[in-house]
């Protein structure tokens, strides 16, 4: 069974920074797509960043710049490093990945199939 497990959540300053990883177990796939989501109190869950199997990258506009994904493909692990927080960024970030059958690097939660538990980041001025 595929399990996503994350880690690296925490609390840090307004302006700082973070690096979270997500450890795919089970996941063992030539062609695939992976992603981070966030979820904030009273908010939808929205796609902050994606990568595929190929290397493409996307990112949602309001990390742009601040965020960047990267994988290590040698340990099944996906990685989120987060700089510049802002309260805004405040969320449970949660990473997601599917099999890349007709997709590739997107922020469309309902292509996933395979979601972690999820991780808290606060970001507190």
Known sequence: AVQMVESGGGSVQVGGSM???????GFIYSSYYMGWFRQA????REGV???DSDGTTIYGNSVKG???ISQDSAKNTLYLQMNSLN???TAMYYCAADIGIGYGANLEQ????????GTQV????
Request: net charge negative.
């Open 110 to 117: 309902e292509n996933f199939s395979y979601w972690g538990q």
């Open 87 to 89: 309260p805004e960024d």
């Open 41 to 44: 109190p009273g908010k939808e």
């Open 19 to 25: 690096n979270l990883s997500c450890e795919a177990s």
């Open 49 to 51: 960043a994606s990568i």
């Open 66 to 68: 601040r965020f960047t």
């Open 122 to 125: 606060t970001v507190s001025s």
